[in-house]
């Protein structure tokens, strides 16, 4: 079918199109929440548990820089789980944990079924620092409740998750209810400098004790967004189901030395200032249309309006305008291309020494259609100076894309859980576009997920290792329900159609 519409896909943006694809798309059954319905379907927020998240948000268990973290807080941390769940750590015949390298936490919780195939549930105990501290409105450790906001490094990132789904285990554990299934928890320690002490050395022990595959493995990730992607309304529930890559790189121009009242026509600092402008003024290409992304504008098509939806589905005719759109935004942006991000710049020794050497770092998150090596050829073409020299201090290659479709068991535990939580959301597959400890375990499944239940509106994203990172009260006992929901799920052999969680959820 051939025909013109005149569309608007957002308020300032007007397009005459062609359409050549119909939009079946738009013909798709709205997808199902699924839930049993019994009294213990729901773990209320009480006072009890509110507040012990805020102790748990009270230690400083900060992880500044590999090998430099507050290793004291990090263990008092762990000693305060430990005392604070009981069933998990005590009375529970079903558990066995241990400490592992003396800071991170593993977890063994028997099915009583042992034909299914165990999962395992991932997050970190580390934060990152604080900075801005005259800029937050309630103290970044003291776990204070502003405005039914909790506040606090680690709200999001990522101690709601190690509480959430300790507070869904102690629950389960305490009302005597029996998982079918397996499974595993892993709470590493140095997440935040990607080190190799914390969930590198959880997988190392996970290997010797002879686990070889699981069913799927959940790890933090992308959230519940709300009011972000620009022309969808209502929640939209992004299930990361593969991860950017990752390439770190040192920029160094070295020149000799000399005094500055006879400076030559371009010093160190000025070649490298060059070499950096031309990386940011010259963005890598949006790989819109490639990959993961098409399947989930594709997913989003529930929420859209019939002229979104025309576009969605003919994605390879306005892969420029809506590239277009979703650069504007860096939260978006990050979804459609390798992005760069220039952290660290150093030079000068003296005010009057001409410098011998300029150096920065280059952090790129790479776009799952791209490669490393794609990433740092298009880099030395854009800086086009030998005089610049590019290493390559770190990288890794972007992760598999993990099954997302109805029959990938893991991913519909994910969906259904997110629907009796959130009932009105829409569940999509994306593109992680930080990254997490689930490199470690890449070798035991395909089927791997970065997903937080954490509902975000606009301003929350740049929350995110930022200033006054918080998490709404209700939005925490989201948070424990959305575990137990899928600890609960993980037991259905197949998923059927039921109701939301809790009416007042
Ligand atoms: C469906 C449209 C999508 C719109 C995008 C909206 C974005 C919403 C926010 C999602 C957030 C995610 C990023 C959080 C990352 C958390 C994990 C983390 O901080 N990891 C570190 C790991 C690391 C890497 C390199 C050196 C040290 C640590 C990270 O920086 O990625
Ligand atoms: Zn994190
Ligand atoms: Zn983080």
Sequence with gaps: MLRMVRLTLTEDVEAVVLIVRTVHLSQRPAQTSQCRQTDSDFIPLNEERLQRFQKALGFESVSRDSGDSNTDEIFKFGEFIIASFPHIHRHSPLVTWERVNNLSLLYHIQGNDPSLKPYLLMAHIDVVPVTNLDQWDAPPFSGEVKDGFIYGRGTIDDKNNV???????????????????????????????????????????????????VEFIVDEGMTVLEGIIDGVAGPVASVGVTEKGIVLLNLSVELPPGHSSMPPRETAIGILARAVLRLEENPHPSMLGAGVETDMFESLVP?????????????????????????????????????????????????NMIPPLAEAKVNHRVHPSQTIQEVVDYDRAVINDPRVKIEVVY????????????????????????????????????????????????????????????????????????????????????????????????DQAGLSPVHSAHPDL
Excluded: C
Aim: net charge positive.
């Design 163 to 213: 509480m959430g789904i300790l507070e869904a285990t102690e629950f389960m554990l305490s009302s005597n209810i029996k998982p079918k299934r397996s499974f595993y928890i892993s709470f590493g320690h140095d997440e935040e400098t990607r080190g190799n002490a914390g969930a590198s050395q959880v997988a190392n022990l996970l290997r010797q004790k002879g686990v070889k595959e």
């Design 303 to 351: 929420k859209m309006s019939y002229l979104q939806r025309v576009v969605i589905s003919n994605i390879w005719l306005f892969r420029y305008p809506l590239s277009w759109l979703l650069s504007r935004k860096p939260s978006t942006n990050a979804v459609i291309r390798t992005v760069t991000a220039v952290t660290i710049f150093n030079s000068g020794v003296k005010f």
């Design 395 to 490: 990288s890794m290659e972007p992760h598999p894309v993990a099954g997302h479709g109805e029959s990938d068991f893991g991913y519909q535990v994910l969906r259904t859980s997110v629907r009796q939580i959130w009932p009105e959301a829409v569940v999509v597959p994306a593109i992680m576009v930080g990254n997490t400890d689930t490199f470690n375990f890449l070798n035991f499944s395909t089927n791997v997920y970065r997903f937080s239940p954490t509902h975000m509106f606009p301003g929350d994203p740049e929350r995110f290792h930022g200033i006054n990172e918080r998490m709404s009260v209700k939005n925490y006992e989201q948070v424990i329900n959305f575990f137990y929901h899928l600890i609960r799920n993980a």
